[in-house]
């Protein structure tokens, strides 16, 4: 008969204490950023439901994405925006007749969103950078945030595009953009809730791949 040289009880209390490690410390300020990042898109999500919702999204004819984060700040700029939305199918169509006042309501829906935007992407790179200085970005973590920030970047432009659809021909943005700018939203949402439960529970893996001595 021959009998194991390990007891299973310590082996069970090692594998727990194993299961139970936090995750590396030096990575936690990172995995709180991601789920910080993850929030701020759901609140993104949760804005452009508004705008669209509130026929706002239109409001704004241009992209300017630099010069676009200060909103108007005299009359003049005002009347100026505010004549540009008056040469779109959506004022002569359904909003005819509108006041400024009125106006003002609608565009600080879609600047508010689109300065939500900016925020979010300067939330995510400027962590980035910090973060890859201070060594704690891998190569494979650095590529799928690197990807992740593409897409962010891809999900301003195409933005635009489902708004543009609206500017010429139709009273609202067109239905299949609309829904490509909603789907990759969460594809984002969900690449970085992914990656920053990976950061959450890649100690754990270690530990499960890890023998017993």
Request: hydrophobic share 50%; proline share 5%.
């Amino acid at each position: 008969m021959t009998f194991s040289s390990a007891n299973p009880q310590l082996q069970g209390g090692a594998v727990a204490t194993r299961l139970a490690s936090p995750v590396d410390p030096a990575m936690r300020p990172v995995m709180i950023w991601l789920f910080i990042v993850a929030g701020l898109i759901a609140g993104m999500v949760m804005v452009g439901g508004a705008t669209r919702l509130t026929d706002s999204g239109l409001s704004i004819t241009e992209w300017a994405p630099i010069s676009g984060a200060l909103p108007p700040l005299s009359d003049a700029t005002w009347e100026a925006a505010f004549e540009k939305y008056k040469t779109i199918p959506e004022y002569q169509t359904v909003n005819y007749g509108m006041s400024l006042a009125e106006f003002k309501v609608i565009f600080w829906w879609e600047w508010g969103h689109r300065l939500y935007g900016r925020f979010l992407g300067l939330a995510f790179l400027l962590p980035l950078i910090f973060f890859s200085a201070k060594g704690l970005i891998d190569r494979t973590l650095g590529g799928r945030l690197a990807i992740l920030f593409v897409l962010g970047g891809l999900q301003g432009v195409i933005g635009w595009w489902m708004v543009a659809s609206g500017l010429s021909d139709r009273v609202d943005v067109s239905q299949y953009r609309l829904a490509t700018h909603l789907g990759l939203a969460v594809v984002l949402f969900g690449g970085v809730l992914w990656t920053a439960f990976d950061l959450q529970h890649g100690r754990r893996r270690m530990a499960d791949a890890m023998p017993l001595a």
